[in-house]
């Protein structure tokens, strides 16, 4: 198992372009999770997905989209970038169930200049 | 509001030291707790969990935590650290129901010295 991947990265952007960030993961878990980390900050949570079509906001949703048409993919869309969403994004998929582990891929390192 | 709060940003310490990072939640439901471990340039992984049983749960590479209900408490510590150990720690906290999120403190980072 590959378990979460994520492309690209490293990304640099110019204010206003748009992009997305790509993930995939191979473990058949229903839930997947976008985060951003910030230095100080910790994770804060972006928006969510508790199976494919379902899709919910997380702490700090703005500026961003998502859609899950698929168990496997969730990818995370940017669509006018500011400074503010320079940021290292992490995407994490779990089994359905509360206790469960979450499993991260290797992030994203996104500027926005 | 759930929040959780890592008491010490920075921590530093020689290596065979012993090491206690603290973490406090603010939910007074029933909860699973998480510690996970970032190391240098590396995406998060599970150090240890507690959701049931037993407070003081083993993780890997010799870590713990005790979980302290009426503190809302859950401590991690390791004896004896080592060089390999430098890293960011984060306490993660997710209520007992399906469809929540973790939610994460601010982290610690952790530098230690040979």
């Known amino acids: 198992n590959a378990g979460v991947t994520q492309t690209p990265k490293f990304r640099i952007l110019k204010i206003g372009q748009s992009m997305t960030l790509q993930c995939t993961q191979d473990?058949?878990?229903?839930?997947m999770y976008w985060y951003r980390q910030d230095p100080g900050m910790g994770l804060k949570l972006i928006y969510y997905?508790?199976?494919?079509?379902?899709?919910d906001k997380g702490e700090v949703p703005n500026g961003y989209n998502v859609s899950r048409s698929t168990t496997e993919d969730f990818p995370l869309r940017l669509e006018l970038a500011a400074p503010s969403q320079t940021s290292v994004y992490f995407c994490?998929?779990?089994?359905?169930?509360?206790?469960?582990?979450?499993?991260f891929g290797p992030g994203t390192r996104l500027t926005v200049l | 509001a759930q929040s959780v709060s890592q008491h010490n940003h920075h921590v530093i310490l020689s290596e065979a030291a012993s090491l206690e990072l603290g973490c406090n939640y603010s939910?007074?439901?029933?909860?699973?707790l998480f510690w996970y471990v970032q190391y240098p340039g590396q995406h998060l992984q599970l150090l240890l969990k507690y959701f049931s049983g037993d407070p003081l749960v083993k993780g890997i590479k010799g870590f713990e935590a005790e979980f302290i209900k009426s503190k809302f408490s859950f401590n991690l510590r390791k004896p004896s650290v080592q060089w390999s150990d430098t890293a960011e720690y984060f306490c993660?906290?997710?209520?007992?129901?399906?469809?929540?999120?973790?939610?994460f403190g601010k982290g610690t980072t952790l530098s230690v010295s040979s």
């Open positions: 994490a998929s779990s089994l359905a169930g509360a206790g469960n582990e979450q499993f």
């Open positions: 993660a906290v997710k209520r007992n129901q399906a469809g929540t999120a973790l939610i």
């Open positions: 939910y007074g439901g029933t909860v699973n």
């Open positions: 997905s508790v199976g494919a079509g379902i899709t």
């Open positions: 473990m058949n878990h229903n839930y």
